[in-house]
């Protein structure tokens, strides 16, 4: 088993910036692909960005392409996700997720173990 928690979140300004980190437990996160998916009210889950066991490879939501930067510290056991300029419509619960799967990390159902979340309010 694995426990994810996430931290970071806030209320911030149109074009401001926040960081999202997300803690394992249980076991060593190295094992594990990651993931960000975000849900707004009334909307379905949806990817945001993931990276491989190592890191060496990410991928970006193309809504997010440029703004977001994921990256991870296994000997920390931590997740990232860096936020900048940051846009109204980028306002949701953000969860990590991790997986072993070696299907498409795109895909919220591909994920084994979920984080409860964490507020990101952007004001216009």
């Known amino acids: 088993q694995v426990q994810l928690v996430e931290s970071g979140g806030g209320l911030v300004q149109a074009g401001g910036s926040l960081r999202l980190s997300c803690i394992a437990s249980?076991?060593?996160?190295?094992?594990?692909?990651m993931g960000w998916f975000r849900q707004a009210p009334g909307k379905e889950r949806e990817f945001v960005a993931a990276l491989n066991w190592i890191g060496s490879r990410t991928y970006y939501a193309d809504s997010v392409k440029g703004r977001f930067t994921t990256s991870r510290d296994n000997a920390e056991n931590t997740v990232y996700l860096q936020m900048n300029n940051l846009k109204p419509e980028d306002t949701a619960a953000y969860y990590c997720a991790a997986t072993t799967s070696t299907q498409s990390l795109i895909a919220p159902k591909n994920y084994d173990y979920w984080g409860h979340g964490t507020q990101v309010t952007v004001s216009s």
């Open positions: 249980g076991r060593t996160l190295s094992r594990y692909a």
